[in-house]
């Protein structure tokens, strides 16, 4: 490569400037277009990859001359190593190894997908892939090279600053680190699994099934903590708690019935949801398209007891 190699900080530059061209779009997109966004539900993302991918894969090849609105503004380039602009095939699988992980990340993933082998291709997605992109973006200092870049053959230079010294290969030692990253990415699942076996565990994933049965839901977490506060000139008290988030199908964030029945399936299926000093459910409304997100909650808080007078 002729060409002097771009930094990590003009990289990430240009990225977030990218990003909230992206982010501002998704924005726009919502405000016109917000219940069918919503109606999407965990799809929505797959919408917001498609438009990402549109947008860096045209840019960054050689249709868009190597460079997004963020690469143009502080004038870096993506080429291939023999300094020429990309073609759009090479451009786009370029985004997706990097845009696919970030769009799964985060997204609301049928639970049926936890007991296949799609569940090892999700973990090494999710967490192989995102764990060596930034690893290597942050320390291959030799070419900068992230996994993306690596697996297509592209470098990101400055654009038009020629280069007096040959670029330097990239250190064997990160290409073992990313392959011990992955091995830990593919046998996460089968942690998670032997988890999801345990008493603990196992009460939660039922309840969760048993609230994502009720017909206006469209998905759910929950979580079983404990918060401690402590006073400056007092005893701490412990609170121990089940919260849960609700994801619905309609602008009805104020149904306290709702609110009320997804409690009862808490207590009815968590044999020590009973025991707990508070019990929360939060109903929530909108969307995540991953370039953006919008969403309108409302949180009912009561104990036990409470709940069961209701």
Not at 139 to 159: A, C
Request: with cysteine.
């Amino acid at each position: 490569m002729q060409y002097e190699i771009s930094g990590f900080w003009r990289r990430l530059g240009a990225f977030f400037i990218d990003s909230i061209i992206l982010s501002a779009f998704g924005f726009i997109l919502g405000l016109v277009f917000t219940p069918y966004l919503v109606e999407l539900g965990g799809w929505g993302r797959v919408l917001g990859f498609f438009i990402a991918i549109t947008y860096f894969a045209i840019l960054n090849s050689s249709i868009g001359g190597g460079q997004t609105i963020g690469k143009r503004l502080l004038k870096i380039q993506v080429l291939d190593k023999d300094g020429e602009l990309l073609n759009f095939t090479k451009s786009a699988i370029r985004y997706s190894i990097i845009g696919i992980p970030f769009f799964l990340n985060g997204a609301l993933i049928p639970e049926s997908f936890f007991h296949t082998i799609v569940f090892y291709l999700l973990s090494v997605l999710v967490f192989g892939f995102s764990s060596s992109i930034v690893y290597l973006i942050v320390f291959n200092r030799n070419t900068r090279q992230s996994l993306h870049d690596i697996i297509v053959g592209s470098f990101v230079i400055m654009k038009g600053v020629k280069s007096s010294k040959p670029c330097k290969s990239i250190w064997s030692v990160h290409y073992v680190i990313c392959a011990i990253i992955m091995v830990l990415a593919l046998l996460a699942p089968i942690l998670i699994g032997h988890l999801s076996k345990k008493d603990f565990f196992s009460q939660l994933i039922t309840t969760r099934e048993q609230i994502q049965d009720i017909p206006e839901v469209a998905f759910a977490t929950i979580q079983d903590g404990q918060s401690i506060f402590k006073p400056l000139d007092g005893e701490s008290t412990k609170t121990t708690y089940i919260a849960s988030k609700i994801y619905i199908k309609s602008l009805n964030i104020e149904d306290e019935q709702l609110a009320t029945k997804i409690a009862k399936a808490i207590l009815k299926t968590h044999k020590e949801a009973i025991q707990k000093n508070l019990i929360t459910v939060t109903l929530i409304y909108g969307y995540d398209i991953g370039i953006s997100s919008r969403c309108w909650g409302n949180t009912y808080a009561f104990t036990p007891d409470e709940w069961l007078a209701k």
